[in-house]
Every structure is written in C-alpha cells, then in structure tokens.
C-alpha cells in the first residue's frame, strides 16, 4: 500500500480448516501514516535503521536507548546485515549494544514516486505536550524526513530497493534501485540553508529490468550486491559504474537474492520459475555451485533468521506468506508452496 502500518503483534499462530486452507489471525493495525504524507505510489521497500534517529534535516544521532521504548520489534533487526557489528573499526555511529528491540525506532522506505521516507514509530512523541486523544486514530503520524530522487530523465526515480552501510549512517550515503534497471547514489542529509537541494549523487543503468535486490556485504561493507533481470553484478564502488563482478546471464529472470551470512562469498539468488541458484565464488564464478528445484512457481523472497551458536544445519523453509521463527540458522524462503528442504552447501 501506499501508507505506512505499525502493528503490534502478540499471537501469529497459523490454523488449519478442514479443507486445508490456511486460516491466518486478523490483527489490526495500532498506528496509520497520515495519507497526505505518505507515499503516492506503492512502498517497494523498508528497511530498519537500528541504533540511530534521524532529524528533519536529516542528520543521524546515536538513540538514546531509553526513549525507543518497545515499538521497535526485535524480530526485525535481522532485516539490516551486519547491524550488530558496533566494535567493527569504523563504527561510527552504531552503539554497542544494538540488536536489543527498545534501540530500534526509525526506518526508511522508499517506492516508485520518487521519495525516501525515513519514519520514527515513537508515535506518542508527535504529541504536544499536555495534549490528549481519544485512541491511537487520532495521531497525525507522517514522515521525519523526506528525501526526491531524480532519474537520468530527470523524472521521479522509480524506486523499488535501497540499501545503506550500517556502519556508516552518519555520512548519510545510500544506494537505491528503480524499476527501470537504474542504480543511484544519495546523500540523505540536508545541506544547510537549502529547501529543495538535489540529493542525487550518480545514476545510471546497468540492469535491463528492476532490480530485484540491493544488499552490501555482511562482512565486507563497501560491496554491493544488485540483482536485476538475468544477472546479479559486485561493486565496490557504485559511482565508478564499473563493477567487479558481472555475472552470465542466467536462463530464468531472478526474483531474490540473499547474502550468506557466514560464508562471505556465498550467494543465495531465486528465479521466476521457482528455482535456486547458490554461487559460491570461491569455488567457482561461471555458473551457480548448485541449482534446487525448489517449487513451481516464482520465489518472491529469501532472508535469514538469526542464528544460535548450537545450530549445525541449514533448512530451506517454503510457506504461502510468513515463516515462524526457530533458534535455528533458516533461510526462510517465501513463495506459493510450503516446502522443506534439507541444504548444506558446503558439502
């Protein structure tokens, strides 16, 4: 949709009828963006900023950890790769501590009217102060910051993925994807004494369809991952419009691509005709290191759960909408199938 929902969700079991038509809990939403300040086209993507908060200028500050309160929810901190990594040199704004839900209140959208919304869920802070309201509906909860992107046409950037380095906010740097196949750089902080300034670095197209995935390396940081059409392509360094690795065309169009995240030159990438590709690059750069016909239909999705230091394996779990959280390292892999499937690439 076009509007920005915040739910606050205490039960997410899945019921089974007898007809074996999945039955899934109606929960309301608690807070809804005002429609005049939201988007004007439909959000393609979120993404959390964890240990940080943005002002109206756009400039980042470090959270204080006893004003998130419990909006953030923890379970979507792994949305955000390599968010944990405080200690890492070069951490410059990312506590210690992060990935503990009260230190997580601000995320960004971004979609194809050409804007970047960065949104705080603090919504009682909206209040006046002494001001009071009948329910949550009577909130005007609308954006912190607003960031127009421009394409090469100079038209509104039809944005459908972005990414930041998250260990380096506070330079205000990220990269964004469109629909067109177009790659752009940005800065989202406000130049001073400017109103409308272009946040617009470089923009180019290197893909010939959308990009399907935008993500940086969990261990490296400055290498970016897109995904787009029949090819993923490595960059360390967008603006140069060079990348360091282009992959061969594929023979199936890609919809999802995911990082491993233990194995730095592992790739996890789906297809429309619900196949997946893992390349491991150090093994092999010509084709995937192993193909899995995992289902019948296009994978819309990949992401990883958390992982606990007992795990020992792997599993691929494939469900109609949502994945119930294990202690386990699982990708979980969305499509129109439920499926499990057993998988340990290093073997």
Same mark, same amino acid.
């Given at each position: ?54 002002? $109206? ?23 955000? %790769?390599?968010?944990?990594?405080? $200690? ?43 001001? $009071? ?39 205000? %740097? ?12 940005? %800065? ?130 494939? $469900? ?28």
């Amino acid at each position: 949709g076009f509007q920005m929902y915040m739910h606050l969700v205490h039960c997410n079991r899945l019921t089974l009828c007898p007809a074996n038509c999945a039955l899934l809990m109606c929960v309301s939403f608690r807070y809804l963006s005002s429609i005049e300040f939201s988007h004007t086209s439909v959000v393609s993507d979120i993404t959390w900023l964890p240990g940080i908060e943005i002002d $109206k200028a756009g400039r980042v500050s470090v959270i204080r950890a006893e004003s998130a309160g419990p909006a953030g929810p923890q379970a979507l901190f792994a949305s955000l %790769n390599g968010a944990a990594a405080s $200690k890492t040199a070069g951490a410059a704004v990312v506590p210690t501590g992060v990935g503990t839900a009260k230190e997580c209140c601000s995320f960004a959208s971004i979609a194809g009217d050409g804007k970047v919304m960065f949104w705080d869920v603090r919504v009682d802070k909206l209040l006046k102060k002494g001001n $009071k309201r009948m329910d949550d509906g009577d909130l005007l909860w609308k954006p912190i910051h607003v960031v127009h992107l421009l394409s090469m046409a100079g038209n509104d950037f039809a944005g459908c993925r972005f990414s930041f380095d998250p260990l380096r906010f506070d330079t205000g %740097n990220f990269t964004a994807g469109s629909m067109d196949g177009e790659l752009l750089t940005g %800065n989202f902080i406000r130049p001073p004494g400017e109103d409308n300034p272009d946040y617009t670095h470089c923009v180019f197209a290197p893909h010939a369809g959308p990009l399907v995935a935008l993500a940086a390396s969990p261990f490296l940081h400055d290498v970016l991952l897109s995904v787009g059409d029949w090819t993923f392509r490595l960059w360390q360094g967008v603006e140069s419009r060079t990348p360091m690795f282009t992959s061969p065309y594929a023979d199936e169009a890609y919809t999802a691509a995911a990082w491993s995240p233990s194995r730095p030159g592992l790739l996890f990438l789906a297809t429309a005709a619900g196949s997946l590709h893992i390349w491991d690059l150090l093994d092999r750069s010509h084709e995937p290191s192993l193909r899995i016909n995992a289902a019948s239909s296009a994978i819309t999705s990949i992401s990883f759960s958390i992982a606990s230091s007992s795990s020992s394996s792997s599993h691929w779990h494939m $469900k109609h909408a949502s994945v119930q959280p294990s202690h386990a390292a699982q990708p979980a892999v969305t499509n129109s199938e439920h499926q499990q499937l057993s998988n340990d690439p290093a073997d």
